[in-house]
Nanobody, 123 residues
Framework: QAQLVESGGGLVQAGGSLRLSCATS????????MGWFRQVPGKEREFVGF???????VYADSVKGRYTISRDNANNTVYLEMNSLKPEDTAVYFC?????????????????WGQGTRVTVSS
C-alpha cells in the first residue's frame, strides 16, 4: 500500500531552519506532483508549495523566498527546506501526492496524504 511518511519536525527558534522529509513507499511517485501543506488547530489546511515531476515548483506567497521544495526520486523522498522561520510558521506539516499538475487547494489532492509532522517556532 502506498504511503507518505513525514519526518523532521520539531522545536526551533525564530530565525532558525528545519528540513522536513517525506518518504514515499509502496509505489513510484516519480510522475506525481508532490505537495506540502500545513495546518493549525481550528484552521483550514493551508497550501505551502509543490514540486512537479519535472522539478517545477510553486510556493505560497507566505513562504516564498524562505522555503524550498526538492525531490530525490532515486531515494523516493521529497524535502521541504524551511529557513528564516517565524512563529506564524508553527503548524503540522503534511506531505501529499497527486497525479495532476498541482493545486493550492487541499481538496484537489485526493490521492495520497501523510500523517503530518509538527513544527513549532518559538519567538
Amino acid at each position: 500500500q502506498a504511503q507518505l511518511v513525514e519526518s523532521g519536525g520539531g522545536l526551533v527558534q525564530a530565525g532558525g531552519s528545519l528540513r522536513l522529509s517525506c518518504a514515499t513507499s509502496g509505489r513510484k511517485f516519480i510522475w506525481h506532483t508532490m505537495g506540502w501543506f500545513r495546518q493549525v488547530p481550528g484552521k483550514e489546511r493551508e497550501f505551502v508549495g509543490f514540486i512537479r515531476w519535472n522539478g517545477d515548483t510553486v510556493y505560497a506567497d507566505s513562504v516564498k523566498g524562505r522555503y524550498t521544495i526538492s525531490r530525490d526520486n532515486a531515494n523516493n523522498t521529497v524535502y521541504l527546506e524551511m529557513n528564516s522561520l517565524k512563529p506564524e510558521d508553527t503548524a503540522v506539516y503534511f506531505c501529499a501526492a497527486v497525479q495532476t499538475g498541482g493545486s493550492s487547494s487541499p481538496k484537489d489532492w485526493d490521492d495520497y496524504w501523510g500523517q503530518g509532522t509538527r513544527v513549532t517556532v518559538s519567538s
